[in-house]
């Protein structure tokens, strides 16, 4: 079986994207340094601790693993922090990210799959945010995705590396058999907090902003559920592998949703109360984020089958019930 590169694995999409692999035929060999992950989340193929930011470390992966291609999840993905914290995300982010293709182009490991975002594109009212749209982030995390992108186009023109990059929407929902799920510490996204929250483990969830210019005057996400997101990685696998050129997809459904309207469904979901505080606005944040582009579909065969709102808050709730990670 031929081996699979998968940074951040041990994370929550590369955890999921490690089953997704191993299902299709390969070994997803996860490297990760284990500061966001979580070592019980590796259960598909071997792991090795390391750090993107020791160039050794990473040569020493692709000599003993020679891996077709890479995945590359490792990341710091929080908008807040990135705000508060630019430094930190030019370094892990994009110094890690240098590394990483530098040591794949020197190992001549010439297929690398890219997790981006959609905070690449920044707020932009009244566009529709397909590949070609314009990209303006407005938060460190988005400006250091962008970079990524272009060191990419640069080995691609100077060395013929190939990249899939996503540009994902908002990722939610877990495993639906409960081998993996989101776990993060400190939690920051919507809708596990939101489940916190429902569950008593927080006393209330906090809307960030009840004053943007939407209907509800809170902030419009398009939500895409993890597994499905994961699918369309394999598919971007085989289609590098297949000998097709670069191109880059966005993963969303096109359907948007404001965070009342998520807590309505989260109620819906649960059959309980949603304690609510509202609060000022996060810095960094976009009014609204939906794609407009089908891409991944017409090209890649995408079929994403789980992606409606409550079917990803039940995935969740399932998963925030029921799993969590010691290690
Ligand atoms: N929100 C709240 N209260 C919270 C947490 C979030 O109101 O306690 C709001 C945010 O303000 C935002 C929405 O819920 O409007 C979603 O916030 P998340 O923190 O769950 O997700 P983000 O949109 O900030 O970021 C996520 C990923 C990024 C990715 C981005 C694309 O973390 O990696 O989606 O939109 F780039």
Same mark, same amino acid.
């Given at each position: ?15 999921? %994207? ?7 035929? /390969? ?16 259960? /598909?193929?071997? /792991? ?13 992966? =692709? ?7 890479? #995945? ?18 030019? +370094? ?14 020197? &190992? ?7 997790? *981006? ?34 060191? !990419? ?8 590396? @190939?990249?899939?990059? =996503? ?14 799920? $989101? ?10 907090? #939101? ?12 809307? =960030? ?47 948007? =949703? ?14 309980? %109360? ?13 009014? @609204? !984020? ?5 891409? %991944?579909? &017409? $090209?890649?065969?995408? &079929?994403?089958? +789980? *992606? ?20």
């Amino acid at each position: 079986m031929a081996n699979v590169l998968v940074t951040g694995g041990a994370g929550y999409i590369g955890s999921h %994207a490690c089953k997704a692999l191993a299902a299709a035929g /390969f070994t997803p060999v996860t490297f990760d340094n284990l500061i966001t992950g979580w070592r019980d989340a590796v259960k /598909f193929g071997p /792991f090795i601790q390391g750090d993107l930011l020791n160039r050794a470390e990473i040569d020493a992966v =692709f000599a003993r693993h020679t891996p077709v291609a890479v #995945m590359h999840f490792a990341a710091l993905s929080q908008v807040g922090e990135s705000m508060k914290h630019p430094g930190r995300y030019w +370094r892990n982010n994009v110094q890690g990210s240098l590394n990483l293709i530098e040591a794949a182009a020197s &190992a001549e490991c010439g297929n690398f799959v890219f997790s *981006s975002t959609c905070a690449t594109y920044g707020d932009q009212d009244n566009v529709v945010l397909d590949e070609d749209s314009d990209q303006y982030p407005i938060n460190a995390y988005g400006s250091s995705k962008r970079a990524i992108e272009d060191i !990419l186009r640069d080995f691609g023109a100077a060395c013929g590396m @190939k990249s899939v990059i =996503f540009r994902y929407f908002n990722v939610a929902g877990a495993d639906p058999d409960g081998d993996v799920g $989101e776990f993060h510490k400190p939690e920051t996204h919507l809708i596990p907090l #939101m489940l916190d929250a429902i569950d008593g483990k927080r006393d209330a969830l906090t809307i =960030f902003g009840t004053d943007y210019d939407t209907p509800d005057g809170t902030c419009i996400r398009d939500y895409v559920h993890v597994c499905d997101l994961v699918d369309a990685h394999v598919l971007g696998l085989r289609w590098l592998l297949d000998g097709k050129p670069s191109r880059v997809f966005n993963l969303g459904t096109g359907s948007g =949703f404001s965070v009342r309207e998520v807590i309505d469904h989260s109620r819906d979901v649960t059959n309980r %109360a949603v304690p609510i505080i509202e609060g000022k606005r996060r810095p960094g944040d976009c009014t @609204k !984020l939906v794609s407009g582009s089908t891409r %991944a579909v &017409a $090209e890649l065969g995408w &079929a994403p089958s +789980r *992606s409606t709102l409550p079917q990803m808050i039940s995935d969740a709730w399932r998963w925030h019930q029921t799993g969590h990670y010691n290690t």
